[in-house]
């Protein structure tokens, strides 16, 4: 299992933490480990209102950066 914070809908106060379990890579894949994420002008655009320079899918994991 992992933990992800996803926002199923547009909104500040949709932001949620959920558990998720951990993606099996396909055989061309790589699964990467995050330790850490940072959340960027790009991602508060998305939180805010879904304004973002991409198309945005209604339910996203923000965390643009990561490391």
Same mark, same amino acid.
């Given at each position: ?7 199923? *809908?547009?909104?500040?106060? %949709? @932001?949620? &933490?959920?558990?998720? @379990?951990?993606?099996?890579?396909? $055989?061309?894949?790589? &699964? ?6 940072? &959340?960027?002008?790009?991602?508060? @655009?998305?939180?805010? %209102?879904?304004? *973002? $320079?991409?198309?945005? $899918?209604? &339910?996203?994991? $923000?965390? *643009?950066? *990561?490391?």
């Amino acid at each position: 299992m992992m933990q992800r914070w996803e926002l199923p *809908a547009f909104g500040r106060d %949709n @932001l949620v &933490l959920t558990s998720a @379990l951990r993606p099996k890579p396909d $055989p061309k894949e790589v &699964l990467v480990k995050v330790e850490a994420v940072s &959340l960027n002008y790009r991602d508060l @655009l998305i939180l805010e %209102n879904g304004v *973002a $320079p991409i198309f945005i $899918p209604v &339910l996203v994991t $923000p965390g *643009a950066s *990561a490391a």
